[in-house]
């Protein structure tokens, strides 16, 4: 925070005056010290807001000249208005000075709630509460970003630094529409101190977790405050002392011809959305109001909705369309206050309107889609008739074609008001032709401030969305599937199928390509990418090795590998329990793996990929590897196994995944390798997945985790065995041969073996694995399948039905982790199917 005196500012800004005739259009150096000094007066301590908004304006303006994103010509003189009026507030006798010194406190903004001891709490306004629960949920994402690129730049990545500085800006000012101006003022701290290079990548993590918590501690429409020693543990170890709090003012909205070229395109998007969500939820307020105008709480609504579109176009200089919502704020709360009575004629006035915000609306997507602005054409006279209709001077002035002139000094005030006058009268001119014939601007001039009104023609494409409840989605997934059973029996039924009705087979055929669509469309809307869970553990890895003295280098591929939410919500903490058992167990320390001829820094990698219809999990590492030896000696000591038992190896690794197994002599308060390794296994099991582990001494340990695309669908081969039908996956069969008597050949232990080819398989009889007491022959067809880790098997079968999409049911509480059975489906003929676990059945017939 800056302590200028008044003499100190007067100084600055007589010192810009004097640059600004310097200023060339082909040199716009000088223009670099005058925002360095405007940026200084951004935080200077004034008790005037208006002061530090036009600092703060003046400063964006300059370097959107300097950028060449506004035209020199009319930057430069906007640039000599805004210095104009700050060096007329200064003069002004309520102008408050001095700038004490000693305080440690910013002022604070007019219309923010705030608790000044320590600000303990932040009161969310009431115009500001439609807008936090979509705030809550995309600023969690947006702190995750942050936290990514902060581990980037840790590492070397310099690039990301202006990505940074873009999340922090954008997060600042959303504060800002939010009236939090403790939390936008941390920020502005923070932008300072990245500037002078002082702020690393810890603080950013340290600032990260800070709002990340206080985010999650929003209740009764309050935010927790800032306390003194969050602030010194985020700005700890600064290559300089603590900034001192500074005030972070929410930029004001700028002219309409700027408000697209610097806006975020997801921003506009949000912004469209939910204003028309607003307008339509007003709308069937107002014709409620009409039948019955004793409806307070409906006053309310209409104003709470007009106030949030116009705080939300002020953040995004959508000033057009606030000016036109503060204008029916201004009205309800007229009515609201029981000054004026909403009457018909005032009803369908604000109908009206709400048709023109619909307009203003419509208009903006279709600029950003590369299309000219456009001002509705009744824009002008529902704003005269709004402003007549309320009872006091309340609406504020208007971004419109006569104030741009006036503000390029093209005309003065009279003229706009005499053309005004003109237009009132019942002439049908536009006001920049009444002002052209009456001799009062060059057409010229009048074209200029058009482009400047029309703003820039950039080619974006806005994606409309929907917001749904998670719970709605579950509900429309569940129904999907049982339409596809319904859909299954009405194909199998007898009456269908005996039909000689070609045009109805066409029909029913067309209906199940429909239901698949449907079905495979349901299914996308749950399928989300694991890069946040991914990048959650790109911090437990730096935050660990940092703990445990060890230098760890994490690696991600595959983050953006996409699998159903269910999944993803339940694999976070698995990867978190492995994690830190590779870290705490696996990975040696520096001197050990120099010793071992390994880098000092070890690598602990995570890799998602899709493979046969399922997602794949690799979580690696370069350490000792496990000890087998010494896994089979505890697993012994505690009764898992007996001495003369023979296991292979895949079998002993298995025994980590028993609660509390630990080979570790001394346990850590990181963890000891096995402690949460059942958790790791319970969870793998619930989502019908599977774990392998890859090991070898001194070389590092891989772990696979194998999960379904989805918990809900799956293609699978009706095969029948007996009397009774199962479900393969289709994804699991490699090809169906005709087994002959040749083909089958005996081995130890009376074990079957297939020959296919070249090749030798081993055999597995679904009625003997089932208990189906049928005689067994060779009169089968087997079906060759082939599990996660490729090995591969026959299955013998009777006969192969077809083939057909099934909606997995969970068999119950008392039918759970059955060794090759993962479920079951609900066949055409209302009766249960059990479907396939190719490999629980491989693991547990062939490898045992």
């Not at 000693?102 to 009161?123: C, K, L, R, S, Y």
Request: glycine share 6%; aromatic share 4%; net charge negative.
């Amino acid at each position: 925070m800056n302590h200028i005196s008044e003499n100190g500012v007067a100084a600055i800004l007589n010192k810009i005056t004097d640059q600004l005739p310097l200023i060339e259009k082909t040199d716009l150096r000088i223009l670099t010290d005058i925002l360095s000094e405007l940026q200084n007066l951004c935080s200077v301590k004034s008790h005037s807001i208006q002061f530090t908004n036009l600092a703060l304006r003046a400063s964006k303006l300059v370097e959107t000249i300097l950028l060449n994103d506004v035209p020199f010509e009319s930057g430069y003189k906007r640039l000599n208005e805004g210095i104009l009026k700050m060096n007329e507030l200064i003069k002004m006798p309520d102008f408050k000075y001095p700038f004490p010194a000693g305080n440690a406190e910013g002022p604070v903004a007019e219309t923010a709630t705030i608790n000044p001891d320590n600000m303990e709490q932040v009161i969310v306004l009431e115009d500001a509460v439609d807008l936090v629960d979509k705030f809550i949920v995309s600023v969690q994402s947006v702190l995750e970003d942050l936290e990514g690129k902060a581990l980037s730049l840790e590492n070397g990545s310099t690039e990301k630094l202006s990505d940074i500085k873009r999340i922090l800006h954008t997060m600042k000012g959303e504060f800002g529409v939010l009236n939090l101006q403790v939390y936008a003022s941390l920020i502005h701290q923070v932008e300072a101190a990245i500037e002078k290079n002082e702020f690393s990548s810890e603080n950013m993590l340290r600032l990260k977790d800070i709002l990340g918590k206080k985010i999650l501690q929003f209740d009764n429409n309050r935010f927790p405050g800032i306390d003194d020693e969050e602030r010194k543990y985020i700005f700890e170890n600064l290559l300089h002392s603590l900034p001192e709090e500074s005030q972070s003012p929410c930029p004001q909205s700028q002219s309409s011809n700027d408000f697209i070229g610097n806006q975020d395109t997801s921003l506009l998007s949000d912004f469209i959305t939910e204003s028309r969500d607003h307008i339509n939820n007003a709308e069937c307020l107002l014709l409620e109001l009409e039948s019955d105008r004793d409806k307070p709480e409906h006053l309310n609504s209409i104003f709470r909705a007009c106030h949030t579109i116009k705080g939300v176009a002020c953040f995004l200089n959508l000033e057009d369309v606030a000016t036109l919502a503060h204008a029916v704020e201004n009205l309800m709360d007229q009515a609201r206050q029981k000054k004026i009575t909403l009457n018909s004629a005032l009803i369908d006035l604000l109908l009206g309107t709400m048709d023109c915000l619909k307009e203003f609306i419509n208009n903006i997507e279709l600029q950003i889609k590369g299309e000219p602005y456009k001002i509705p054409e009744n824009y002008r006279s529902i704003m005269r008739r709004l402003r007549d209709a309320v009872s006091s001077d309340t609406a504020q002035p208007r971004k419109l074609l006569g104030e741009i002139l006036i503000e390029k000094g093209d005309i003065s005030e009279d003229m706009l008001e005499n053309a005004l006058q003109i237009q009132n009268q019942g002439d049908r001119r536009k006001i920049g032709q009444i002002l052209v014939q009456e001799k009062n601007v060059p057409e010229k001039k009048i074209n200029d401030a058009l482009n400047l009104q029309k703003g820039l023609k950039l080619p974006k494409n806005v994606e409309e969305t929907v917001r749904v409840p998670v719970a709605r989605l579950d509900q429309l997934i569940d129904a999907i599937g049982e339409a596809v059973i319904a859909q299954s029996m009405l194909t199998a039924d007898p009456a269908v199928k005996g039909s000689t009705s070609q045009s109805l087979h066409t029909k029913i055929n067309q209906a199940n390509m429909i239901m698949r669509q449907i079905q495979e469309l349901s299914m996308s809307m749950r399928m989300v990418s694991v890069k946040s869970t991914f990048q959650k553990m790109a911090r437990l890895v730096r935050d660990l090795s940092k703990k445990s003295g060890k230098q760890v280098e994490f690696m991600m591929d595959g983050e953006d590998t996409e699998i159903d939410k269910t999944v993803v919500e339940h694999i976070g903490d698995p990867l978190i329990h492995m994690i830190r058992n590779s870290i705490d167990h696996g990975i040696e320390m520096a001197d050990e793996r120099e010793a071992n001829g390994k880098s000092q820094v070890a690598k602990i990698s995570l890799k998602a990929y899709h493979k046969a219809g399922n997602v794949f999990i690799e979580i690696c590492d370069d350490g000792r590897g496990l000890n087998k030896e010494s896994i089979l000696e505890k697993a012994i000591e505690r009764g898992y196994c007996k001495p003369g038992d023979k296991l292979s190896d895949q079998e002993i690794y298995d025994f980590i995944f028993h609660p509390g197994f630990s080979t570790a002599k001394q346990i850590t308060d990181i963890s000891g390798r096995g402690v949460g390794m059942d958790v790791v296994k319970k969870n793998i099991d619930t989502l019908r997945g599977s774990i392998e582990i890859q090991t070898e001494k001194n070389k590092g340990t891989t772990f696979t985790i194998r999960l379904p695309l989805t918990l809900a669908i799956i293609d699978g081969m009706v095969v029948r065995v007996h009397d009774s039908l199962y479900i393969v996956p289709t994804l699991s069969i490699i090809e169906t041969i005709a087994a002959k008597d040749e083909m089958i050949e005996s081995v130890l232990n009376d074990q079957k073996m297939i020959r296919v080819r070249t090749d030798h398989l081993p055999l597995i009889y679904l009625s003997q694995l089932f208990g189906i007491k049928i005689k067994l022959d060779s009169q089968y067809i087997a079906l060759i399948v082939e599990d996660a880790l490729g090995k591969r098997a026959a299955l013998m079968v009777d006969e192969i039905i077809g083939q057909q999409q099934v909606v997995i049911k969970n068999l119950g509480n008392g039918v759970i982790n059955v060794p090759g059975i993962s479920g079951g489906a609900i066949m055409s003929d209302g009766t249960v199917s059990l479907i396939l676990d190719i490999n629980g059945i491989i693991k547990n017939v062939v490898d045992k």
